[in-house]
């Protein structure tokens, strides 16, 4: 049996303090929250990482803007936008794209969605918009009028019937008793401008904001019609997004004060 020394007990002692200072005076353990983006980290209480959103494609312009916005007000947040007709975005997600917001030109394509149990809670209206006939800066067709559209020769363009902007389209060639014999119809307000802006047509029925968006591309001629046709834009959140938190700010942003103030400046009319 050992005996016990007490000059040995106190060694032992002395060194266990020493260790343990020596510790404290170490590096501080590492405080980072996740890859929020390459040596940084979202601060606390920000939603951090990607949304994808859905938008039609008359937003491409503003919801651009507000997509750098809301990046530069999130740091470690990404903006993923993805542009089509309406009708073609809710196909999409209908099919199982993974969108985590939605925004369409038109009511009708979000109640696809929320009849078949697709969105979380419900949409917000957060715009509205009318249409404008789109013509080169020549006018060579010399439009004045909507009736105009109908004259013979004259190449118009418009979006196809299913798409926001091609029903809005519809709902005014009733209200003006004309009928129109368009020589193409598109998927987008953004193709029909691109047709008027190339000369391959002599005009096309867009929205006021895309003859806005053009600059010196295209002459808008407004015409009395367009008020019988208004469309509304909502958003929402998609019912299967992965970050619901994110896509709930986005919304908040687009809805919110500094929202409305660049769709106005886009000449978005008011909900």
Known sequence: MKSWNPRITAL????????????????????????????SSAAAGQPSGTVTVFAAASLKATFSKLA?????????????LSFAGSSDLATQ???GAPADVFASADTRNMAKLADAGL????ETNFATNVLQIAVPPSNPASIAAFA????PGVKVVVCASQVPCGAASDTVEKAAGVTLSPVSEESSVTDVLGKVASGE???????VTDVNGAGDKVKGIPFPEAGKAVNTYPIATVG?????????????????AEGRKTLADAGFGAP
């Open 12 to 39: 032992a002692a002395a060194a266990a303090l020493l260790t343990a200072g020596l510790a404290a005076c170490g590096p501080p353990a590492s405080t980072s929250t996740g890859p929020a983006g390459a040596g």
């Open 68 to 80: 750098s916005d809301f990046e530069a007000k999130n740091p470690g947040s990404k903006v993923t």
């Open 93 to 95: 997600i209908s099919q």
């Open 119 to 122: 969105l979380e809670g419900a």
């Open 148 to 151: 105009d559209l109908a004259r």
């Open 201 to 207: 047509a002599d005009a096309g029925l867009v929205y």
């Open 240 to 256: 299967s997004s992965r970050n619901k938190e994110l896509a709930a700010a986005f919304i908040a942003l687009v809805t919110g």
